[in-house]
């Protein structure tokens, strides 16, 4: 309870920090009841009666005094109040506090509130609702770790962090991802875009200097060998070829020198020519004309795009279903959603997703078995959940991150199930594709190495298990 009848000698020194609301110590005085020493606030400074009812006293070891409406609004703007003298860590009770704002104030309604909170929260293994206008209390199972909570129409939310929910990722890596996607839509991801138009000018520039220098070197080539082995026609400049001696039969008149431009000398093989007749080893010899034109030229720079041409395993882009070669773009907030880049940089693709989202950005694959597989290896891919389920033997081939499918003389590639299943798949496409819709119900997973299944052991075999 506090006292209002005790009345101070002289007010106290007030406090010049950066707490308004603090007053400096003050040792104990005897009250002066005098009616001429009225009271002082020492957070408004306003005078009072000592009589009005308006002066209170916190029961504090330092018995500090302030008027009624400062310690009112001072209670309202805590959890829990306490006093708000200088150092003083005094904590006001629920009846101090119905002294000071009444019975049926907010203040009190919201202190008892917290109060049966922490309380509850002190029990452990229970969650708040974030939405801020629910004041729902969740349990959670002991040590079952990252749990996924819907309430009250509020996205699900993760039971550690209290944060939208996330798949695949830890809560302590959500922030760090949600700043790298930030800066990628901001100006990270036009800056890769016009390193990727960059990239393919330069690859479009590089193969016309190719295809160019091998027309080139072709023409050099023919140059070369019809200044050996042909000659001019006197009258048109024709280029006319002397049946070669290593030709069979009728193709035997090497050494006559007797030739008609544009037929053989004897009649037969017309072409275009003027018809006039030579002598072989008078006509001129064929000149080889060198290439003037000049080969295109780079004028742009090759610079590495990240993630350019790395394939992902077992995912395809959920918007234009195509598999997924470059930057995989993976929804944390949803069980299995990703983009190509290509349907990233779509502006349409905004639309068909919550703005709100966060996209990890992964430039290498998650599973890449080229480190462990050499050329020709077979593996088998299994469903863990069900281990008589999908498996299939296929074959991986080193250079390319893509199962290609081991073809029998039948054309046929054999899927070891119970029944001993023969499918018709002719592509490698076809294998992933066949794969993908075995797997395409687990949100996530991941390979593991089996130490034995009851296979050939000529196999290296490897489970797919559910995250």
Known sequence: MFCTGCLPARPPELLRGPELLAVAPEPPRAPDLSPLAPFQCPICFESFAWQSG????VPCPRAHRFCRLCLTQ???????????????RYELSDEELVDICGEDSMTVLSFREELLLKAVFGLGDVVHCPNPCCRS??????????????????PAWCTQCRQPYHYAVDC???????DQWLQWVSHGRAV????????????RQKQALEEAAARHAELKHDEEWKQTNCRECPR?????????ASLKPPFFLDGCNSMVCGEDTHGGNRQQGCGHRFQWDKARAYQAAPDS??????????????????????????????????????????????????????AAAAQ?????????????PEYDLRAHLPVGSRIVIADGSERQGFEATVQHEICQDVFLVEVFSDGTFQQLHRSGLQLKLDSAQAVEQHIQEQLQAQASFKLRKEAHLDVRPDLLVYSVFQV
Do not use: M
């Open 192 to 203: 890769y875009n016009e390193t990727r138009a960059q990239h393919a000018e330069f690859e």
């Open 74 to 88: 001072h209670a309202a703007a805590q959890r829990f109040p306490r006093c708000p003298g200088e150092g003083c």
């Open 293 to 346: 034109r000049p080969l295109p030229r780079l004028d742009v720079q090759d610079v590495k795009v990240r993630g350019a041409g790395i394939r992902h395993p077992f995912c395809r882009c959920s918007r234009c279903q195509q598999d997924i070669v470059g930057p995989r773009f993976r929804c944390i907030h949803c069980p299995d959603y990703n983009l190509c880049a290509s349907c990233d940089s779509d």
């Open 236 to 244: 048109c400049r024709r280029v006319v070829q002397k049946i070669d």
């Open 54 to 57: 308006n002066v209170i006293t």
């Open 137 to 154: 209390i969740l349990s959670v199972e002991p040590g079952s770790g990252r749990q996924r909570v819907e309430c009250c129409n509020w």
């Open 172 to 178: 302590r890596d959500v922030q760090a991802l949600r």
């Open 352 to 364: 068909d997703h919550p703005a709100s989202h966060v996209f990890q950005i992964l430039f290498q």
